[in-house]
């Protein structure tokens, strides 16, 4: 099973969610995510309070990629389960994608 977690720059919220989510489900399973408006990131992979409190916890292994991964329809179809951290997310992705059935 793939969980996916959306938000806007993917560069603090669902990169927390992806690394504590893989760091408590087993090894079958992933966790991905991805940010809407990733590709207009001017500040960086990943915020200062993210890396600090993915190493705080000990969670930095448990990334599934160094930086930020720009939403796509390919990303969207080829998860099991997409979990947007905002509503507003939610509501780009269902325009912007229009057509795509969003698993969540």
């Not at 996916?4 to 919220?13: M, P």
């Not at 590709?39 to 992979?45: L, Q, T």
């Amino acid at each position: 099973m793939n969980i996916h977690f959306v938000c806007e720059g993917n560069t603090y919220r669902s990169r927390l969610a992806e690394a504590y989510g893989n760091s408590k489900i087993s090894k079958e399973h992933t966790a991905t995510s991805s940010g809407v408006r990733a590709a207009e990131n001017v500040n960086g992979p990943i915020t200062w309070v993210a890396a600090f409190l993915l190493k705080k916890n000990f969670l930095i292994p448990f990334m599934a990629n160094g930086s930020w991964v720009q939403t796509s329809r390919e990303v969207l179809e080829r998860n099991d389960h997409i979990i947007f951290m905002s509503v507003s997310s939610f509501e780009f992705a269902k325009e912007y994608f229009e057509g795509v059935n969003i698993p969540y």
